[in-house]
């Protein structure tokens, strides 16, 4: 019979097919199996665990090694438990094979520290319980039997770290049990006994015959932490293993960092009553991460114009309470007020990111205004009316149009001046959220943008200039180092 070629080519092509799905269905069916719930597959087969966790390798007649036990450690059953976050490599050898499977250790929430010696690490070597009756007391009800145990726990750190304690919880007939071994060192065995009675009517034939103690828990604490295994539910768990008594920490605009020299980095005006405090402003904590803010006002007379001072509040569930305080200026809204409002509505929008409304106002500032070489620099309100209405001036005339602009939008921004050398020379610094950044509107003979550049970016450019850019370092604050911006 002849075969047909378009018939051969089209089986052939099934075929194909068909095995590339096998091979699919056959690597999911394989990573369900080593995959627990709680864990994932990233690129190139590799599971991500969070730290303190555990999931179970399954493979028949297999044994494991981690390449790197301070990160995960691995038992004899395949059950792999996180230590630390980083990455590490479990041999899986099956006679003559040994295959790889790649383990990425990731934060647990906000619990970021790791433990020397975990759960996995301990070995139950002896576990014995007896009993035996001991009396019989008459009541009113009748007669009630007491039976004495005695239980025998050991346990051995196969780690190579000391666990600061190990306990185990138990239950005999109903009673809980809590034992504690203490301090383990590395390669250490350990000896719990547990004496006393329970009645006899609560033993049951299953705990006589079974001779050995009803482990519930295991919990083995270090570097301030603990992981506890759940010998019912066989389950890995992390937890901290010291009382909170760290406050949470307050950063951002507080202190000696909430105004430079006379001027407050928070501007609020009397008549908003929606201003953000805690845009510039965060509270953290080493348990909790990001914690909830508060802030006490009652200092601030918002109908009067001035510098006041607030107070911040921190606290965290375990009732550790932190306070900062801060300076801002309070201000009224005025005629430079409303005409910058103006130009603001056609040039921003309220939903752009700091960055981009600053660049707008900077591009805004840079074309509207002509450099003339004069200005009015008995205050700089007047100069920016002065300024924004007929479009001429000096430098002084671009920094304070640019002050009143980024100041309306709500973007920080401080005076900087010339420290030394030929003439006065005004610019702004300009605070993006991830730092100061040096913002100078005017125009230079040899071209260039200076909108959000870095301290680095401005000193360099000045060595170059003739040193145009001299600034008081010591009391303008440092800028951030990430460049966002290029002068050419």
């Given at each position: 019979?002849r075969?047909?070629r ?7 092509t ?6 590339y ?13 080593i ?5 994932h ?9 969070k730290?303190?966790?555990?999931f179970?390798?399954t ?24 230590k ?10 099956q006679?003559n094979?040994?295959?790889k ?6 934060a647990?929430e ?16 002896t576990?014995?319980?007896?009993f ?13 039997g007491?039976d ?8 051995k750190?196969?780690?190579k ?7 185990v ?16 060192a590395a ?11 329970v009645p006899s009517?609560?033993?049951?034939e299953a705990e006589r015959n ?6 519930r828990?295991?919990k083995v ?13 066989k389950?890995?768990s ?6 909170d ?11 000696k960092?909430s105004?430079n ?20 402003v965060?509270a ?9 803010l ?12 001035g510098?006041?001072?607030i107070?911040?509040?921190?606290t ?6 932190k ?14 007020d ?31 205004i002509v450099y003339?070489g004069?200005?009015?620099k ?5 100069e ?12 002084f005339?671009?920094?304070a ?14 005076e ?10 005004w610019?702004n ?9 040096h ?12 909108c959000?550049l ?14 145009k850019y001299i600034?008081?370092?010591?009391k303008?604050?440092k800028?951030?180092?990430q460049?966002?911006?290029?002068i050419?």
């Amino acid at each position: 019979m002849r075969l047909n070629r378009n018939s051969a080519t089209a089986s052939i092509t099934t075929c194909r097919i068909a095995a590339y799905i096998m091979t699919v269905l056959l690597g999911l069916v394989l990573s369900a199996l080593i995959l627990p719930a709680g864990s994932h597959a990233a690129r190139g087969g590799q599971k991500k665990i969070k730290l303190g966790t555990s999931f179970r390798i399954t493979k028949k007649n297999a044994s494991y090694q981690s390449s790197d036990t301070s990160i995960v450690w691995v038992n004899e059953e395949g059950i792999v438990t996180a230590k630390k976050i980083g990455k590490a490599v479990i041999l899986i050898k099956q006679g003559n094979t040994i295959k790889k499977q790649k383990v990425s250790v990731i934060a647990n929430e906000k619990k970021k520290k790791g433990v020397d010696v975990c759960t996995g690490e301990f070995v139950l070597q002896t576990n014995t319980l007896t009993f035996a009756q001991t009396e019989t007391a008459g009541t009113e009800m009748g007669t009630t039997g007491q039976d004495a145990y005695s239980a025998v726990l050991e346990i051995k750190n196969v780690g190579k770290k000391a666990a600061a304690d190990v306990v185990v919880s138990a239950e005999i007939a109903g009673k809980k049990l809590t034992l504690s071994f203490g301090k383990v060192a590395a390669g250490k065995t350990a000896t719990v006994t547990a004496q006393g009675t329970v009645p006899s009517s609560r033993v049951t034939e299953a705990e006589r015959n079974a001779a050995k103690l009803d482990c519930r828990k295991l919990k083995v604490y270090s570097n301030h932490m603990y992981t506890c295994y759940d010998f019912v539910q066989k389950k890995t768990s992390y937890h901290w293993g010291t009382a909170d008594r760290t406050p949470p920490v307050i950063t951002g605009f507080i202190g000696k960092n909430s105004y430079n020299q006379k001027m407050p980095y928070q501007v609020v005006y009397g008549d908003d009553k929606k201003y953000d405090y805690f845009q510039y402003v965060k509270a953290t904590d080493d348990r909790e991460g990001k914690v909830k803010l508060t802030v006490n006002t009652k200092k601030v007379d918002f109908e009067k114009p001035g510098i006041y001072q607030i107070t911040y509040v921190a606290t965290d569930k375990a009732g550790n309470v932190k306070r900062a305080r801060a300076k801002i200026e309070v201000r009224k809204t005025k005629q430079v007020d409303q005409i910058a409002d103006q130009v603001l509505s056609r040039i921003i929008r309220k939903n752009w990111s700091t960055k981009k409304k600053a660049t707008a106002i900077y591009n805004y500032t840079r074309r509207h205004i002509v450099y003339v070489g004069t200005s009015n620099k008995n205050g700089w309100e007047q100069e920016a009316i002065h300024g924004i209405r007929y479009g001429r001036g000096d430098c002084f005339t671009y920094y304070a149009v640019a002050r009143e602009l980024l100041t309306r939008a709500g973007i920080p921004n401080i005076e900087v001046t010339r420290h030394r050398g030929a003439g006065h020379h005004w610019w702004n610094m300009v605070y993006t959220g991830k730092g100061w950044y040096h913002y100078d509107c005017g125009p230079r003979i040899g071209g260039g943008r200076f909108c959000l550049l870095t301290d680095a970016q401005l000193t360099n450019y000045s060595r170059s200039h003739g040193n145009k850019y001299i600034w008081n370092y010591a009391k303008i604050p440092k800028s951030a180092k990430q460049t966002l911006t290029r002068i050419f």
